[in-house]
């Protein structure tokens, strides 16, 4: 297993600003992902990150408001850019340490917008 | 497309009660993954079992078994002697196989409150 850590592990913010979410692993993976979680709601991949090209997004979300870097192979970072209180989520990255689909997560990022 | 349903939006149970979660799927690939995962009211989703549609062997982990039924596409998890530790929301998963990394489509959550 790794270690897979993000800061912040919380953060209240102001509409209209930014806030990065920085993911760690302790091992190098090629694989990593973002997910969000909404108030009492489940998961929801916002996009997946590979070292060395750009991030692939899902439906529903676009790199201008989700920018995400991943400049090597045990760390990511994902922004969450001009913030609304519908943003107010638990960010959660995930890793597939195996290469065989299953996926371990971080401890989430809370984010309350206001 | 890749569909998990649970049914169950809470369940409650009293201590040493037996609890079963119900998980079915929906999905085209002939192959693909079906995963647990546990969500304790600290926020971490933490991992639980992985099931391969290949494999449909019924798994035992303790006070937690696994059944898996292609049949009717249903992955469901028992908890036997609950504990008040089990508290927490319970979040069925199917993988989407993809070039570029799996996709999990996650069921909506079902919140498991055990009372002691």
């Known amino acids: 297993s790794a270690v897979i850590s993000q800061k912040p592990s919380r953060d209240i913010c102001q509409r209209g600003t930014s806030l990065t979410i920085q993911c760690q692993v302790d091992s190098q993976v090629t694989m990593m992902f973002w997910y969000r979680q909404q108030p009492g709601q489940s998961l929801t991949l916002i996009a997946t990150a590979n070292q060395g090209s750009e991030a692939t997004y ?16 045990t760390f990511s970072t994902l922004t969450v850019s001009n913030m609304s209180p519908e943003d107010s989520s638990i960010y959660l ?8 689909g299953t996926q371990y997560f971080g401890p989430g990022t809370r984010l309350l917008v206001l | 497309a890749q569909k998990v349903t649970q049914a169950q939006t809470e369940i409650s149970v009293v201590e040493k009660e037996d ?7 929906e999905t085209r690939d002939t192959t693909y993954c079906l ?61 989407e196989a993809r070039g570029y990394g799996n996709k999990l489509v996650f069921g909506a959550g079902t919140i498991l409150r055990v009372k002691s």
């Open chain 1, 93 to 100: 990255c995930s890793v597939d340490l195996s290469r065989e």
């Open chain 2, 35 to 95: 995963f647990w995962y546990k969500q304790p009211p600290s926020g971490e989703l933490v991992f639980l079992i992985r099931r391969n549609s290949f494999d449909e062997q019924n798994e035992i982990s303790g006070r937690y078994s696994w059944n898996f039924q292609k049949s009717t596409s249903s992955f469901n998890f028992t908890i036997t002697a609950s504990q008040v530790v089990d508290s927490a929301v319970y979040f069925c998963a199917l993988s």
């Open chain 2, 19 to 25: 609890v079963t979660l119900d998980c079915v799927y």
């Open chain 1, 58 to 73: 899902e439906s529903g979300f676009v790199i201008d408001k989700f920018p995400i870097s991943r400049p090597n192979l």
